[in-house]
């Protein structure tokens, strides 16, 4: 069979999806310069005809979305139906150019400006850039950005998603995504696992594709088939049906290996709104309450009361279990408006996690208060981490403001930093838990920014320096009698899960949806299959190699689909 | 022509949600409107890209200036905005 029929990238999501190719438009061209078709009086007339139509269309999609969502896309219409943008655009026309090259500098001056002024402008360049890229799409009669609509259920291909194109997807219409840029932690990535889609990611060619050609996205093992044969087809559709198989047959018991060795199985949450999808799941418990979403898009800080109303409902329900609840993270890269950022040329290694809070203590106070006063009277077990955390230093003065607040919990640190990770063992003297976010160690140990395509390659838990960090980490926890769980993409990956449980992790925590596979994978292995991946994997040369090697060691996968 | 001074309340300034609240009122009249501050020719306040490009910061005084019929009226509605603390529009 020729090689030509096969991409290659990796898979993120299992499952198999088989249809035709949309494609996601991620950009518009460059408008050419020169005169339109028209007078210059029917070129501006028809660059406010495509603003207009770009600001009701803002306008009715705020209208069905509602809420903060429905502010932001209202003022997102007016930029469209600004005066001075007008203005600017009606000399150039006037001056003789054509309507789409007159509206795409018009906006490349506002653009500009908007940058000059600073960090917290950034998100109105964003706002501005969709604005200019929905217009000129227009004026050029070309498909705007995002996802079109879908007619009958598709495979869709894109350079990678951005949230934005993702708000309104309709998950009945989608079989598979399949993306030519993006790792295991890229929004996509994470999307299609919450989702259930099958995904393959990083997958170099799937971008030449023509639309409406016919694919089969293999999100177990990350291949994506051109025109796949019909036996192809079924042969992997019935070992796809062998994996739902043996996820329904493991149920929802609570995560254990195949001889006994329990390993908790908790979920990542940013709200009370992902609660349902847990417990359906079989959620043991939550191993991360994401508590910054509270704080986000709003421009005054929760009161501890409303701080309180939000972490009680989540407490109470999860009665009987536990509840692992990260304060703030915020930072340069994810600004908020109370707190006092400066503009930093670094932001992943400027002043966020922790480092804020001790910058700004009395927003810490209201939130561990809150967290006191929310626990109590419940039997959920509150466990409270502060994330960022980077030397026993910084473990001392998270400990000690718990105690300030009158916080009755149990108080940990997440290792995300290598040093965190290398000192686990003094570490673990002040926290009584660790909990390893394997997306940010993954970035600060291979000084790559989980936001930027070009270096997703090292952007893999697989790497054999993160499993010999995450070795470190439960080494130090074991050395103080102290747990450590994974909370990061690297627990929801089945593969990984087992080799992470090898390396001695105690629990695990993942998106909602990733639970079924990851029970399944463990339940299929004994904890002596899952060290002896462990070390395989650890002794392997790059990602790729120790994926192999733990695989080999893991040898129910491949029949599971997972 | 009318004009009036404005110091803006504490939190973050004339950005986002309130830029869009002023700019909506003041597109809403007739009269000719301007904000900038003092001394500095001012922007069409019915732009929220100019309005935004003052990058105008909490405590800063505003002036805004109107001109043609209601322009009295008007001034006082937009001085209510622009002096309504953040967190108090919802």
Known sequence: MPDLTTLTGVGVSPGVGAGPVVRVVDSVPEPKQGPGSGSPEEEFAAAQAALEAVAADLEDRGQRAGGEAQHVLEAQAMMARDPDLAGQIKQRTAAGSNAARAAYEAFGITREMLLTLGEYFAARVTDLDDIRNRTVARLLDVPPPGIPELTEPSVLVAMDLAPADTALIDKSMVLAFATQEGGPTSHTSILARNLGIPAVVGCRGVRELAPGTRVLVDGSNGKVFIDPPADLIARLAGVDEKRRAALAAVGNAPGATSDGHAVPLLVNIGGIDDVEKALANGAEGVGLFRSELLFLDRTDAPSEDEQYGLYRAVLEAFTGRKVVVRTLDAGADKPLPFLPFGEEPNPAMGVRGLRICMQAPEIMHTQLTALARAGEGLDTELWVMAPMVADVYEARWFKEACKKAGLKAKIGTMVEIPAAALRAEHLGQVAEFFSIGSNDLTQYTFAADRQIGAVARLQDAWQPAILDLVAATTAGGQANGIPTGVCGEAASDPALACVLVGLGVNTLSMSAGALPGVRAALAAHTLDDCQRAAEAARGAVDAEAARAAARGNLAQLESLGL | ?90
Not at chain 2, 40 to 45: D, I, M, R, S, Y
């Open chain 2, 1 to 90: 022509m009318a004009e009036i001074t404005v110091t803006l309340p504490p939190g973050v300034g004339l950005h986002a949600r309130p830029a869009a609240l002023f700019v909506g009122a003041a597109a809403k009249s007739s009269c000719d409107v301007t904000i900038g501050r003092p001394g500095e020719p001012g922007v069409n306040a019915k732009s929220i890209l100019g309005v935004m490009g003052l990058g105008a910061k909490a405590g800063e005084e505003m002036v805004v200036t109107a001109e043609g019929d209601g322009a009295d009226e008007l001034l006082a509605s937009l001085k209510e905005i622009l002096e309504t603390p953040e967190g108090g529009h919802a």
